[in-house]
């Protein structure tokens, strides 16, 4: 068995979800948190003046997943998350030993 982490854009959680309901999943959990990659940060504009916002909304996405699947499960995610641009997310494939 393997954990899949996968952490996407806010915008994207949703149809990724849609997309894996019929994929033999074990069990999956949904987090929302902060960060940033290569971008490192962005700036945003509040009454006239511009800050740093230093870190960035995400969404991880965690799925337990047989072996034999997880390819699949991947390449879902990918083609379902996958804008283009920079700051489309990270996917983490991880042993989970000692699963019951």
């Known amino acids: 068995m393997k954990q899949i982490v996968a952490i996407i854009r806010p915008f994207r959680a949703e149809a990724v979800l849609d997309a894996l309901k019929h ?8 987090r929302e948190v902060k960060g940033y990659g290569r971008q ?8 006239g003046s511009e800050y740093s916002k230093a870190f960035l909304p ?5 799925f337990w ?11 879902t995610i990918v083609e ?3 804008t283009g641009r920079q700051g489309d997310g990270k996917i983490f494939v991880l042993p989970a030993e000692g699963v019951e």
């Open 65 to 75: 997943v047989d072996d034999p699947r997880v390819e699949e499960v991947v390449r």
């Open 80 to 82: 379902v998350a996958r």
């Open 40 to 47: 490192k940060s962005y700036l945003d504009e509040y009454r």
């Open 23 to 30: 994929a033999p999943l074990e069990a999956c959990g949904v």
């Open 58 to 62: 995400k969404i991880e996405l965690t």
